[in-house]
C-alpha cells in the first residue's frame, strides 16, 4: 500500500513562494511518476506538475511554467513543489500523486495514489 502526505500549505501574499512537501510510503520510489494537482472551490482538479520515475522528465502546465519546480528527493522518499511568484488565481488545495505507470502523467486518471491534500491561499 502507498501513502502520500502532503505539507508545506498556508497563506501568503501575492508574489511570495510556498514549498510543499509530499512523503511517500513504500520502497519503490524511485520507479514512481509524482504529479501535482490543485482544485479550487467550484472547479475541477486540475494538472500543475509532474515528475516521471524513469526517464526524470518533467511536464508541467502552461500557467505554472517558468514559476513551478517539481521535484524528487529518492533519499527520502519526497516530492516537492516550489511555487515562486505566486498569484491569487494559484489558490486550491493542492494534492500530490503517485503511480507506477509511465503513461497519462498529466492527467488525474493517471494517478492511482493520491495524498490528503494541502490548502494553499494567495491574497492579492
Known amino acids: 500500500q502507498v501513502q502520500l502526505a502532503e505539507s508545506g500549505g498556508g497563506l501568503v501574499q501575492a508574489g511570495g513562494s510556498l514549498r510543499l512537501s509530499c512523503v511517500v510510503s513504500?520502497?519503490?520510489?524511485?520507479?514512481?511518476?509524482m504529479g501535482w494537482f490543485r482544485q479550487a472551490p467550484g472547479k475541477e482538479r486540475e494538472f500543475v506538475a509532474a515528475s516521471s520515475g524513469r526517464t526524470g522528465g518533467t511536464y508541467y502546465h502552461d500557467s505554472v511554467k517558468g514559476r513551478f519546480t517539481i521535484s524528487k528527493d529518492n533519499a527520502k522518499n519526497t516530492v516537492y513543489l516550489q511555487m515562486n511568484s505566486l498569484k491569487s488565481e494559484d489558490t486550491a488545495v493542492y494534492y500530490c500523486?503517485?503511480?507506477?505507470?509511465?503513461?497519462?502523467?498529466?492527467?488525474?486518471?493517471?494517478?492511482?495514489?493520491w495524498g490528503q491534500g494541502t490548502q494553499v491561499t494567495v491574497s492579492s
Open positions: 500523486a503517485a503511480t507506477p505507470s509511465v503513461s497519462q502523467i498529466t492527467t488525474a486518471e493517471g494517478f492511482g495514489y
Open positions: 513504500g520502497r519503490t520510489f524511485s520507479m514512481y511518476a
